[in-house]
């Protein structure tokens, strides 16, 4: 068995470290979404488990458009 070194560069860049605990990551170029809005909405859905029976209905949906962005 031949030992691997594991290394975190490639030839162009650098890999990033992932960091430790549970996370998910979305790319948000796939949604119609501005990205704080839709991680004020998962994050509403961490915090409330019982309101995630909602999730995939009009509620859901609702809930999501009416998700208010601050600008600076």
Do not use: S
Request: aromatic share 10%; glycine share 6%.
């Amino acid at each position: 068995m031949a030992k691997m070194n594991r290394r975190f560069t490639t030839l162009l860049w650098r890999i990033e470290i992932m960091p430790k605990g549970k996370y998910i990551e979305l790319d948000c170029r796939r949604f119609d979404v501005h990205p704080v809005a839709l991680e004020q909405w998962i994050r509403f859905y961490i915090d409330n488990p019982d309101a995630r029976v909602e999730l995939g209905t009009d509620a859901a949906a609702e809930r999501l458009t009416g998700v208010g962005v601050q600008r600076a």
